[in-house]
């Protein structure tokens, strides 16, 4: 499987029964503006190189939703934009004036680049566009390694303005500026597009019939992963996915709630096209610059970290939102610390559960929560949130059940998780009242 991220690029080996045998990563960079596509398709490649020994069946890509590429006469037209670089404010004035509304594509307006129409509307104005065929980030790497060119419905309905989650079709702003019809056709998330190019397999080692699967959004990744537990399936539940980016996506029995566009909420839609309501914030990002870039993940560091949280509750030191600007519940405001600690990084993980407990709250999360990923490892956040909604079952796994699981998924998609869900103790203390201050401070 092979997740392409904006900050880490990993590609993992597992087997039929749902284990990881290995895992490669690389630390992306960015340049010019621009995603490092040269610097990712050369480690790939190598990557790939490392198992040729192994039995390869199947390749899954997945990738974030805020990527795309051009491709023309058979080739990379130009580099994807990194979603992070500047877009002009008149160029952005004009397209947030030609976006269709939020009721409509559920995509709300978002920073610079992380609305694909908002990129798309900045080529077009430079005339980058003329005869081109449009790829989400995951299907480039589907093309990359077949020459086939196809698009995905995840993909395209994760805060893109290109996507009408109830019509099941583009939107009305892609098709009127010509943006749908240079899509490549659409596949299915599991559809097998093709088989390894000679020259690839021939550098890898691989069998050329190692069959390359369309790809899939990552958050959306994580959801068919956890959906592959008994506990999670079709009820109702719902699955936060930690990385870079902390994305709830819930699963509604009955009607789901109205979403504010303003707090960064979203309709996400999964690899059936179906609606699923969600909200997300930077949490990976927030969390690393309130610790002050060191790790909260360590198991080692773990009793140290929960040992420190007594303190933090009795001192009411806590950090209001937001480091990300412009991103999750409170976009608006600036961050601030109340009582700053010297040791930064218990109160970093209070932080993030505080605001993934704003996320949750907001797309009405109730019953079951699954926290996956990263800093499902970080124990003072996830036991946090648990204390934070003591009406809510909050889980996690013994084992792997993240992206490139729910990829797995795709390419076997009778396989049973080889993990267990475990249900989170919650920290002791008066994590009510310290919320209730929290957002006090917050929103006087």
Known sequence: MIDLGKTLAKVSLWDRAGRRIDVRTRANGVAGGALDVAGIAGWLIEALGAWPAH?????????????????????LAFAPADYE??????????????????????????????????QLWSLEERGALEGVT???WAQYWA??????????????????????????????????????????????????VGTLKPEIAATTGLSPQVRVLAGVHDSNAALHGARGFAEIADHEATVLSTGTWFVAMRRARGQAPVLPERRDCLVNVDIEGRAVPSARFMGGREIELAAGGAAVDDPAEQEALLADVPGLLAAGAMLLPTLAPGCGPFPDHA????????????AACLYGALMADAALELIGAKDTLLIEGRFAGAEVFVRA?????????????????????GALRLAEPGLVPAARLRQVEPLAGDFLAYRARWLLETMP
């Open 385 to 405: 949130l648990a204390a934070l909604r003591p009406d809510t079952r909050v889980m996690v796994a013994d084992g792997p059940c993240d992206a490139a699981f």
């Open 335 to 346: 961050p601030r610390w109340i009582g700053e600690p010297a040791d930064k990084r218990a």
């Open 55 to 75: 039995p390869v069946e199947a390749i899954v890509p997945v990738g974030h939703g805020a990527g795309v590429a051009a491709l023309r006469d058979g080739a």
């Open 134 to 136: 449009l790829l989400p």
């Open 143 to 192: 093309w990359f390694l077949t020459g086939a060119a196809v698009s995905e419905v995840s993909s395209l309905g994760c805060h893109t303005d290109l996507w009408e989650p109830a019509a099941a079709a583009f939107s009305t702003l892609a098709v009127r500026m010509g943006w749908a019809e240079r899509f490549a056709p659409l596949a299915r998330a599991g559809d097998m």
């Open 85 to 118: 670089a500047a877009i002009p404010a008149d160029v952005m004035a004009h397209y947030r004036a030609a976006r269709d509304p939020f009721a409509v594509t559920g995509s709300p307006a978002l920073p610079h680049g992380l609305n694909l129409g908002a």
